[in-house]
């Protein structure tokens, strides 16, 4: 059966070819003939009673040549002729992004939606998390000075966190004697006007931050991201590099007790960081990792994502 996908997605052309999951999952969708559409959260549309998308057919992808797509002009789809539609999108995110996730749930009833729109936007990835913050490092969530100087005092080593970003971007390790400390808080603070995110520093990031993907619920794979030399950071988008890695029993354990969880509020595709057996995000917007899992373990996790239909 030829099925009709949608990709609610950041642009097309400015994805890593080598490294992004929307790709994998794209590329899994040709292979089995379905036709595949992508739009952008403003494209989305609501008019009595219906929602539709100005959306791009996309008909071929070819990683090798440059462009690596063929897309037709944008067309005018009502997105419930659609069988699936998948959304993914990096934080930050505007309002537009969070009206979508209104309009899709007008549909999800009637179209299968990964991950569950509601879900989507009421589970940022460094909030979510803390429902189980006995798996979690010593965490913080303030733009209280105050709260920020007694947290560093007690933790000495910390980490500081935009709180709604993504990628590693603005991730900075404040060291127990570093006088830069007051300089970079005020430079958190004027940046924007949310509260940010400090965790206790955990030493065995040196032995990798481990991406691990659970697909309704249950995890079936992961990298281990080693940071460079020169990096606290672990994320492949900064630099880190991705190794074959298997999971401890801690690892297990806390998919066995977050996986329930995120199966029932039909958060399906999600994928949760692990360092040093500390749970430090959770990633229902667009997880990444699956080209990686297949080069190092050659596990087809898009063709899983799939066969949840």
Request: proline content about 5%; hydrophobic content about 35%; some cysteine.
């Amino acid at each position: 059966m030829k099925l009709n996908v949608g990709f609610q997605m950041d642009p097309i052309e400015g994805l890593n070819v080598s490294e992004d999951s929307t790709l994998a999952i794209m590329l899994e969708c040709l292979s089995n003939k379905y036709r595949i559409w992508q739009f952008q959260p403003s494209d989305v549309s609501y008019l009595n009673g219906r929602v539709f998308a100005d959306a791009k057919h996309i008909f071929e992808i070819n990683e090798s040549k440059t462009p690596f797509f063929k897309s037709s002009k944008r067309e005018k789809i009502n997105l419930e002729s659609l069988d699936m539609i998948f959304v993914r999108q990096d934080p930050p995110f505007d309002i537009s992004y969070i009206t979508s996730t209104y309009l899709l749930e007008y549909i999800e009833k009637k179209v299968k939606i990964i991950n569950k729109p509601s879900e989507i936007r009421n589970s940022p990835e460094k909030l979510l998390l803390n429902k189980w913050h006995d798996l979690t490092p010593k965490t913080l969530i303030s733009r209280n000075f105050n709260e920020i100087y007694d947290f560093k005092k007690k933790y000495k080593d910390i980490i500081v966190k935009p709180l709604y970003g993504n990628g590693g971007h603005g991730v900075i390790l404040i060291k127990k004697d570093d006088k830069n400390f007051h300089s970079l808080i005020e430079m958190f603070m004027e940046r924007n006007n949310e509260q940010f995110i400090l965790q206790e520093f955990i030493p065995e990031i040196t032995k990798g931050d481990k991406r691990i993907i659970l697909i309704n619920g249950q995890p079936l794979g992961a990298i281990n991201r080693i940071p460079g030399d020169d990096d606290v950071r672990a994320n492949l988008h900064v630099g880190g590099k991705a190794h074959k890695t298997s999971l401890s029993k801690k690892e297990k354990d806390i998919c066995k007790t977050i996986g329930p969880y995120l199966k029932k509020k039909g958060l399906l595709f999600v994928g949760i960081d692990v360092i040093g057996g500390k749970l430090t995000e959770i990633n229902v917007t667009s997880p990444t990792g699956l080209k990686e899992i297949y080069k190092l373990n050659n596990v087809n996790l898009a063709k899983n994502i799939l066969g949840l239909f």
